[in-house]
C-alpha cells in the first residue's frame, strides 16, 4: 500500500515521529497517542510503520492480568510469538498478546501499516525491549 492510499485509510492520523522508542525500531515509526493516561486506565495509540519498520523483540510483563491488543486499521503487517509462524495482519484482524510473551510486531516491506496499540492493565507490569528482528529473519517473510 503507497503513502496516499494509506493515508486516505488511516483515519487516527499517522501522529508524530516516534522518537523516545526510536532506538527499538527498525526504520520510522510514527505514535498518535488517542487517550490521555490522567484520564483513564487504558492507553490506546495509533502506531504506523513506514514499509519495512518493525520493532525489536520484546516482552509485555505481568504477574496477573496485562499484555497488549493490537487493532488493525490500515496497511500491511507482521505479528510474530517467538517458536511461532509470523501472521499475516490487516486492517480488522485483532491480534491479543498475552503477558510474558516474547514478539514482535510492524509493517510489510513494500506497505505502510498502522494499529491501535492497546496496553491491558495488570499487576507488576513492565516492558522489556530485547534484540532486533534480523534483516534475514524479516526477509524470509512473504
Known amino acids: 500500500m503507497n503513502k496516499e492510499e494509506f493515508e486516505k485509510a ?23 497517542p488517542l487517550t490521555d493516561p490522567k484520564e483513564t486506565c487504558l492507553f490506546l495509540a495509533n502506531v ?4 519495512g519498520c518493525r520493532n525489536n523483540w520484546h516482552i509485555h510483563h505481568a504477574s496477573k492480568g ?7 486499521i490500515a496497511g500491511y503487517g507482521w505479528y510474530q510469538e517467538e517458536g511461532k509462524d509470523a501472521v499475516s495482519l490487516e486492517p480488522g484482524k485483532v491480534i491479543t498478546i498475552p503477558a510474558n510473551v ?10 505502510w501499516f498502522s494499529h491501535i496499540a492497546i496496553e491491558v492493565p495488570g499487576e507488576d507490569t ?14 524470509k517473510l512473504g
Open 48 to 51: 504506523t510503520f513506514e514499509p
Open 10 to 32: 488511516n483515519v487516527f492520523g499517522l501522529g508524530k515521529p516516534n522518537d523516545a522508542f526510536a532506538e527499538y525500531f527498525i526504520g520510522q515509526s510514527y505514535l498518535n
Open 126 to 139: 513492565s516492558n522489556e525491549w530485547c534484540e532486533e528482528v534480523s534483516d534475514e529473519e524479516y526477509n
Open 102 to 111: 516474547k514478539h514482535w510486531h510492524g509493517a510489510k516491506k513494500d506497505s
Open 66 to 72: 496485562g499484555g497488549q491488543l493490537l487493532i488493525c
